[in-house]
Each structure stands twice: as structure tokens, then as C-alpha cells.
């Protein structure tokens, strides 16, 4: 077993950047959103830097790009209504799952860990999401954005799952690809494990020091099962 899960209960997942390349359909959404506002449009590139902060926050990105300046609040509330109703109606098309993360997830659950999802993305997009990747039954507790008065970088959302489930944070990890979830994590009195090919606002993620840093899941799914 990795060194990383000696003594550990609870791991809490990051899911964009971390279990899904969930990219190329926020990018769509932003893109069809921004051509209806007859502002510029990004590229799937651009995008890529932008999350890690929630839907509010990668929508204003793409405004202030587009503009050149940040967005007056009435432009801000009519986009990111536009981006919700976008993405939710295509949250899977292009998105991918990365690999070993289905047996990672069921051989950690088959371990006997208690996993939990805590992602800034807007809890509506979650359970259709795992849904469509037959992940949820995997997931003890999901999280999103909007479920708490905070987000990562936060510790406000670790905790309350360490919480909900009587575990002390040093008994927990979290695993993310960005210095939110890192950062959230370190708060929070978890370990932490950092992946390496996600989206960290175009940073290498070793910046944010992370306990572990590894290629894949499937270093985590081999450690579980051995
Ligand atoms: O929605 C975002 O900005 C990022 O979501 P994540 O926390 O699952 O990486
Ligand atoms: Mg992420």
C-alpha cells in the first residue's frame, strides 16, 4: 500500500482536471454563450487556464478576455445564465473520463475508504455527470460550489465531510489536479495527493507542494489493491 494511505479513512476527490477532462463541453457552453453576446470567442486552450474556481468565476474570466475589462454585473448575471443553461444541457458530449479512474474508485471503495467528491463546480452538474460514468454509487457524499457558504480553496467543505462521517482530517486525503484543491486541503489538516495533468491555471502543480504527486490514478488503484 502507498505510504500516502497508511492510517486514512477518507479520500475526497476533485472531479474536473482530476477524474474527468471536462474542458472541452465548459468550453463549448463559453463558447456558444459568448457568440450569442457577440463578444469574442475563446478557444478550448484558453479555457483550459480558466477553471478551477467555479462557474461564476470562469465566466467573468471569459468576459473580462473578451471585453478587455471586467464585466458590469448586468452582463455578468445575463452570460452566466446563458453558460448554465449551455452546459447543463451537454454536461457529457465531449467530456472523458481519465484513465484507471473507474477501477482506482472501486478499488479504494473495495478497500474499505469512505470516498467523497468536493468539486467548485455547481452541485446541479454533478450526479448527471457521474451518472452518465456510472461513478455515483461509488461516492459517499458529493459536494459542489454552491452546496456551502465556501468553496475550495476553502477548507470550509473538507471539513464538513471529515465531519459528516466522524473522521479527524488526519485520517483524510484529498486528491485534486490544482492549488485549490491542494491548498484546500493543507487548510484543512488533510494529506494531500496532486495530479499532474489537470487544469492548475497553466502552473505545474508541484508549485503548490503537495504530500504525493502522481502521473495517474492507477499508482493510487495499484496501491489499494495491493
Ligand atoms: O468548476 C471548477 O471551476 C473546477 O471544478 P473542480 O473543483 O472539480 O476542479
Ligand atoms: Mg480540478
Request: proline share 8%.
Amino acid at each position: 500500500m502507498h505510504p500516502i494511505l497508511h492510517g486514512k479513512r477518507l479520500i475526497a476527490f476533485d472531479l474536473d482536471g482530476t477524474l474527468i477532462d471536462s474542458v472541452p463541453d465548459l468550453a463549448a457552453a463559453l463558447k456558444r454563450t459568448l457568440g450569442e453576446l457577440e463578444l469574442a470567442v475563446p478557444d478550448e486552450h484558453q479555457v483550459r487556464e480558466w477553471v478551477g474556481n467555479g462557474a461564476p468565476v470562469l465566466v467573468e474570466r471569459a468576459l473580462t478576455w473578451a471585453a478587455g475589462q471586467p464585466p458590469k454585473a448586468h452582463l455578468q448575471a445575463r452570460a452566466f445564465e446563458g453558460f448554465m443553461q449551455h452546459y447543463g444541457a451537454a454536461p457529457n458530449a465531449l467530456t472523458r473520463l481519465y484513465p484507471k479512474v473507474k477501477n482506482a474508485l472501486e478499488a479504494l471503495h473495495q478497500a474499505g475508504f469512505t470516498l467523497v467528491l468536493i468539486t467548485n463546480k455547481p452541485e446541479r452538474f454533478i450526479a448527471p455527470i457521474l451518472e452518465h460514468f456510472g461513478l455515483k454509487d461509488w461516492f459517499a457524499l458529493c459536494l459542489g460550489g454552491d452546496t456551502l457558504a465556501e468553496k475550495k480553496p476553502s477548507p470550509m467543505p473538507l471539513l464538513h465531510a471529515a465531519d459528516r462521517f466522524g473522521f479527524a482530517p488526519h485520517e483524510c486525503l484529498m486528491v485534486g489536479d490544482s492549488r485549490h484543491d491542494i491548498g484546500a486541503g493543507k487548510a484543512a489538516g488533510f494529506a494531500t495527493l496532486a495530479l499532474p495533468y489537470g487544469y492548475n491555471h497553466g502552473d505545474p502543480i508541484e508549485l503548490s507542494q503537495p504530500d504525493v504527486l502522481l502521473p495517474t490514478l492507477g499508482e493510487l488503484y495499484e496501491a489499494a489493491s495491493a
